[in-house]
């Protein structure tokens, strides 16, 4: 399992918490193990340092990789308390694992647009000019959310493409495009703006490519309080607000 979790990025968050808010009342500390999909890197990251000073004595450990992969660790018995994932189709592999403690809940939807160099040189307007001959476009793999929202995108417009490359994660996606190894990928608006450098082209197409991130205490939590208590914090109103910042939207029950 060690050699599973090798290429995971982990990214530990300790803060020397001062100025405890309500949620400190709970008796979280010690780790909670957090496997998130890897367009939440960003909004994690800060949530995670939020939550401990929230929570002194509490340390967040973030596991950032597609949700696939971090589905499939989970179901091979990767230690984790919590899973955030990019998708339903996703999040159901651990559930029909059984490896929840009760049902996953969604914490917020993201959308698929185009992402180009800063300025757009190439003026790329919509999905149909990633198609022209001699343009390079980035995609995620299929069995990856943001693959599965781009192939429904990419049906949506009947536009068939042969990608350049595809990636194991968004973040991967996009780095080719920084890079610049291609000319466009189809990543989350939120991704591009997180990024330098990059501009985001929306398409009328990705309305059909709108991914719930659903979020869910594991079964095999080694601190449930803590789990719990980091579910709570990042669906509070707090928490949606760091998202929506971001550029996530609020799922419809919100």
Sequence with gaps: MRAALAGVAALSLSLAGC??????TADTGGTVTVFAAASLTETFTKLGKDFESAHPGTRVVLNFAGSSALATQITQGAPADVFAAASPATMKTVTDAGDVAGAPAVLVRNQLVI????????????????????????????????????????DAAGVRLTPATLEQDVK?????????????????????RAAAGLAAVEFPESARAVNDYPIVVLKHAGNPDGARAFVDHVRSDAGLAVLTAAGFQAPPSR
């Design 19 to 24: 100025g405890a808010g309500d949620e400190a």
């Design 115 to 154: 992402a180009v160099p800063e300025g757009n040189p190439d003026r790329v307007g919509g999905l149909a000019e990633l198609a022209r001959p001699g343009r390079k476009v980035a995609l995620c793999a299929e069995q990856v959310p943001c693959g599965a929202a781009a192939k429904n995108a990419l």
């Design 172 to 192: 991967g996606a996009l780095a080719k495009v920084k890079l610049g190894e291609v000319d466009a990928a189809l990543v989350y608006r939120t991704d591009v």
